[in-house]
């Protein structure tokens, strides 16, 4: 979660100040293509695309104070005069913000740069509330994907109210460890061979039923519980590989994914391999897939989580290339073993298949030449895999081979089928 210590302490002074003549808002906003324009254009249009945001702001009437969350996120406070309306301040908010926007998608047409954004009256000095609500109207926002703020009302209070439910709900599942791992196949499309695995978090539920990371990973990444759902699931994965490995059973390298939050803790990776360690599993039979939304200014951070890894000699992966903020430019900053590219990159919409024609195959010859590994998640039809085979990507992650399954219902599929996919091109 994030920590708003220092600007609700400034926040309160300044309402403390403004006196009853005056009202307050607090606004959540975030700008929608950040990430495709640091993909697209670069990490330094991406720096200058916040640092205009950040002029924006300063133009915005009323604005009198803002912070820069993280990424494309900004919330800030607007205290506006008696002689206003709410109407007026909406409506000079939005003059700025298309006035903004026209300027910087002339910079970035590609993009199409946009702004969601919802808003909250400020009661008394009640800013953490405020802020609370203000979230829930900018997730209407990104939800309707609306350009006009949403200004929360009553109605939202469902949403606020389900939002903690659903918090309170997998905190409690993380206590009483209800979370067990899937595994999804990596396939060579060279040899159809089965050369790895995706360890991939479920809930259960206490009705038994089972339910998927969209269900939960929000609130966990919200309230920062994320960090020990990701290291409950790495020990079920070093308890189930020892158990096969004393049983003389075959085993494939199973990744196990990693937050962006663990990039905080200099302890992560001896804290890994220490539990490695005690289950004796040896570091070719684990990997580590660390999400590429990192925040630009935390990739050293990253860095040296993932140098840490590598040191003790563990597969270190950056995941959904393409779907976060770090754009090429993450090969010059982070040393890693290899890429997983967005299933993005196998969109049939127009522009985007051609463009990914064009992206796609650069971005092989660009892993082939920092000798990284490719591989392409989201494949669901046999043509994607002749198209990737045919553009040099070979391993591959998808539905068209196997969706996640638990591990026993995998490893006896594997058995069955002597290590191999069906279906693949170029394997008999």
């Known amino acids: 979660m994030y920590h708003y210590d220092s600007f609700l302490q400034k926040g309160r002074t300044l309402l403390q100040k403004q006196g009853t003549e005056k009202r307050a808002y607090l606004f959540h906003a975030d700008f929608s293509e950040f990430k495709m324009v640091n993909f697209l254009y670069g990490e330094a249009s991406g720096d200058a695309l916040i640092q205009a945001a950040e002029d924006y702001l300063d133009r915005v009437p009323k604005v009198a104070l803002y912070e820069h969350l993280f990424s494309d996120q900004f919330i800030f406070l607007v205290i506006i ?5 709410e109407s007026d301040m909406l409506a ?14 002339l910079l970035y047409p590609e993009c ?4 969601y954004s919802g808003v909250c009256p400020v009661w008394g000095e009640n800013l953490m509330g405020a802020i609370n609500c203000a979230n829930a109207g900018w997730r209407r926002a990104r939800k309707e994907q609306t350009a006009e703020p949403v200004l929360f009302d009553m109605s939202m209070q469902d949403s606020i109210r389900n939002w903690a439910q659903m918090s309170g709900e997998v905190n409690l599942a993380l206590r009483e460890e209800r979370f067990i791992f899937y595994l999804q196949p990596q396939v060579d499309l060279s040899t159809g061979q089965i050369v790895s695995a995706e360890a991939l978090a479920r809930e259960i539920k206490e009705d038994g039923t089972i339910a998927c990371p969209k269900d939960f990973l929000p609130a966990m990444e919200d309230s920062g519980t994320v960090v020990d759902l990701d290291i409950l699931i790495f020990e079920q994965v070093c308890r189930h ?4 490995l004393k049983q003389g059973r075959p085993v494939v390298r199973i990744s196990v994914n990693l937050s962006h939050r663990h990039i905080k803790n200099e302890g992560t990776a001896k ?4 539990t490695a360690c005690h289950y004796g599993i040896s570091p070719d039979l684990i990997g580590f897939e660390l999400v590429e939304t990192i925040p630009p200014n935390e990739l050293y951070k990253a860095k040296r989580l993932l140098d840490q890894l590598r040191s003790y000699g563990y597969e270190t992966s950056i995941d959904d290339f393409g779907s976060g903020y770090a754009g090429i430019n993450i090969w010059q900053e982070l040393d890693f073993d290899m890429l997983k590219l967005d299933q993005s990159f196998l969109s049939d919409e127009e522009p985007l298949r051609t463009k990914n024609s064009q992206i ?4 092989i010859n660009i892993a082939k030449g920092l000798n990284t590994k490719l591989l392409c998640e989201g494949i669901d039809r046999a043509e994607q895999c002749q198209w990737l085979y045919e553009m040099g990507c070979r391993l591959v992650q998808g539905y068209y081979f196997s969706p996640p399954v638990p591990a026993e219902q995998f490893y006896k599929l594997y058995e069955q089928s002597g290590g191999y996919a069906a279906l693949v091109p170029g394997h008999a």
């Open 81 to 85: 005069p008696s002689d206003w309306t």
């Open 92 to 105: 000079r908010y939005k003059h700025h913000t298309e006035a903004f926007l026209a300027a910087e998608r």
């Open 112 to 115: 199409l740069p946009r702004i």
């Open 241 to 244: 590989l020892e158990r096969r």
């Open 271 to 274: 804290m890994i391999h220490a």
């Open 360 to 363: 796609v195959p650069n971005i």
